[in-house]
C-alpha cells in the first residue's frame, strides 16, 4: 500500500512539473509575442512621425520570423524609402504634372543633398521588396506602388548625387556622363534598376499615378537595342558594357528623359563614351 502511495505520489510531482514547463513555455511565447507586437507598433509610430531611423532600428530588432511578415518588410521597406528621401505625395504630384521628357531632370531637382548614405537607403527599400517578392505580378498594388516610386526615388538621389553637386535644378558645368568619377559605374547601374523596377511595378500596378513618365520611359526602351534592357534588367550585375553606355546617355541626352548635359540625342551621346 506504501508502495502505491509512493509510485502516485511521483506521478503527481511529475505530472506538476510537466504541466508547469508547458505553461511557462506558453506563456512565454504568448510574452514574445505581445513584446514583438509592441515593439512593431512603435516602429510604425516612429515611421508615422517620420523618424525613419527609429522605425529601422525597432524592426530589425524583431525575430526573424516577425519582420517576414509581409505588412512588417513593407513597413521596413517605407522607413528606408523615407530615409532615402521619398515623399510619396510629393513625388505623386511631381509627376501628374510632368511633361513627357525630361524625367530625370524633374528626379534630379526632386531630390537635392544626395548622398551615398541616402543612396544605399534607397536601394534597401528596393531589396525589402524584392525579397517580399520578386514576381511584380504577386505584389499587391500598394507593394508595387511602393516599388516603383522609390526606384524614382533611387534614380533622382543618384543623378542629383552626382550630376548637381549644387543643388541648382540644372546638371553642373563640365559634369561628363562618360567619367567613371563624375558618375560611378555601380551608380549607373543603379538608374539602369531604378527604370526596370519602376517599368515593371508600375505595369502590375495598372496605376497612372505616375503620370507620363510610364510612357516617358517605355518610349526610351524602344528607341534604340542598346536601350531595350532598361526596361527589363533589375539585376545591376546583367548590364553589359553597351548597356551601362547606354545608361549613361539616357542620362545625359537632350532626348526623352535626359538631363541635357550631352546637348544631343541618345546616340550621339552613346557614341561620345569609349
Wanted: hydrophobic share 45%.
Amino acid at each position: 500500500m506504501k508502495q502505491k502511495n509512493r509510485l502516485l505520489i511521483l506521478i503527481a510531482f511529475v505530472l506538476a512539473l510537466l504541466t508547469s514547463a508547458c505553461t511557462k513555455n506558453f506563456f512565454d511565447e504568448l510574452a514574445d509575442k505581445e513584446d514583438e507586437d509592441a515593439v512593431y507598433f512603435q516602429a510604425q509610430r516612429e515611421l508615422d512621425d517620420l523618424n525613419y531611423g527609429q522605425a529601422i532600428i525597432l524592426i530589425q530588432s524583431l525575430s526573424a520570423d516577425y519582420q517576414s511578415r509581409r505588412d512588417v518588410s513593407f513597413t521596413l521597406a517605407s522607413a528606408f524609402a523615407g530615409r532615402c528621401g521619398l515623399n510619396f505625395i510629393d513625388l505623386a504630384n511631381e509627376l501628374q504634372s510632368a511633361s513627357a521628357t525630361g524625367l530625370f531632370g524633374l528626379l534630379m531637382d526632386a531630390f537635392p543633398g544626395g548622398t551615398d548614405t541616402k543612396i544605399s537607403d534607397c536601394v534597401a527599400a528596393e531589396t525589402v521588396i524584392q525579397n517580399l517578392e520578386s514576381d511584380a505580378t504577386l505584389r499587391t498594388v500598394d507593394e508595387n506602388l511602393l516599388m516603383a516610386f522609390v526606384s524614382f526615388a533611387k534614380i533622382g538621389v543618384v543623378i542629383n548625387r552626382y550630376a548637381d553637386t549644387d543643388d541648382d535644378g540644372s546638371p553642373d558645368g563640365g559634369f561628363d556622363h562618360c567619367s567613371n568619377t563624375d558618375l560611378p559605374e555601380t551608380n549607373v547601374r543603379e538608374v539602369g534598376t531604378g527604370v526596370a523596377n519602376a517599368v515593371i511595378s508600375l505595369g502590375a500596378a495598372g496605376s497612372s499615378v505616375a503620370g507620363a513618365s510610364l510612357t516617358s520611359l517605355t518610349d526610351l526602351c524602344a528607341a534604340d537595342p542598346a536601350l531595350a534592357d532598361l526596361c527589363t534588367i533589375t539585376d545591376k550585375s546583367l548590364f553589359d558594357a553597351n548597356g551601362v553606355k547606354g545608361i549613361r546617355a539616357a542620362i545625359a541626352s537632350t532626348d526623352f528623359v535626359g538631363i541635357g548635359s550631352c546637348p544631343s540625342d541618345v546616340a550621339t551621346c552613346f557614341l561620345a563614351c569609349p
